[in-house]
């Protein structure tokens, strides 16, 4: 079965620092790879999808990237962060063309100060 | 937006009890998923539905699909304190990679 590794579990990074998020993910090959984002108390905002390796579609134009540089490795980053980038961040895969659902990753908490 | 929307937002019920959440959306659908998640933590698949399907039926769960009416309910029967988490809706589009678009979500709470 999939499993989905995500850290770090919790960060705290003050305004204007980069980040650098990791997704990691076991028991499959060539999923699809999403990074969502949740507000606290909110559903899921999807930020990026990727259906291969260097293959990166963004949803939503903000101040964050992605990149795939391996076929089970998915990276988050941003050069400089704002305040608005708090939230929980998770980390999903689907097994296409297995299905459509979803298998997410535990999440890392990013405060920004 | 294609973002769904659950109903309603907060829901409080003894143990024992039949819990049902509501889930609106807005455009075509390929199928409509449930999700659970705990809180702080990552969510987990509970059921898909078709969008040539009415009704699905796994464990103590039941969801509803109204395609006509771009709504869906999930039923959670003899709930237990364990089922205390939020519960998401999210629909998959006719095209697109798989990509889902979630609902706001219903926070459960069941009382011992």
């Known amino acids: 079965s999939q499993t989905i590794h995500q850290w770090p579990a919790t960060l705290v990074q003050p305004v204007g620092s980069p980040l650098s998020l990791e997704c990691t993910v076991e028991?499959?090959?060539?999923?699809?790879l999403y990074w969502y984002r949740q507000a606290a108390g909110r559903g899921l905002q999807l930020l990026f999808y990727s259906v291969g390796i260097g293959q990166i579609s963004s949803e939503v134009p903000q101040n964050l990237s992605a990149s795939r540089p391996q076929d089970r490795q998915f990276i988050l980053s941003s050069k400089k962060l704002l305040l608005s980038d708090s939230g929980f961040y998770l980390c999903a895969l689907a097994a296409s063309p297995l299905g459509y659902e979803q298998y997410f990753g535990p999440g890392t908490r990013l405060t920004v100060t | 937006s294609q973002q769904g929307e659950e109903d309603p937002q907060a829901l409080s019920i003894q143990e024992g009890e039949n819990a049902t959440m509501n889930c609106s959306y807005k455009t075509s659908i390929n199928n409509l998923q449930w999700y659970r998640q705990n809180s702080g933590r990552g969510l987990v698949h509970l059921i898909l539905i078709r969008s040539n399907e009415r009704e699905k039926h796994s464990g103590r769960l039941r969801v509803t699909l109204d395609t006509s009416k771009k709504s869906s309910s999930l039923l959670i029967t003899a709930s237990r304190a364990a089922d205390t988490a939020s519960y998401f809706c999210?629909?998959?589009?006719?095209?697109?990679?798989?990509?889902?678009?979630f609902g706001t979500g219903t926070r459960l709470t069941v009382i011992p």
């Open positions: 999210a629909t998959a589009s006719q095209t697109g990679a798989n990509n889902l678009f």
């Open positions: 028991g499959t090959s060539n999923p699809n």
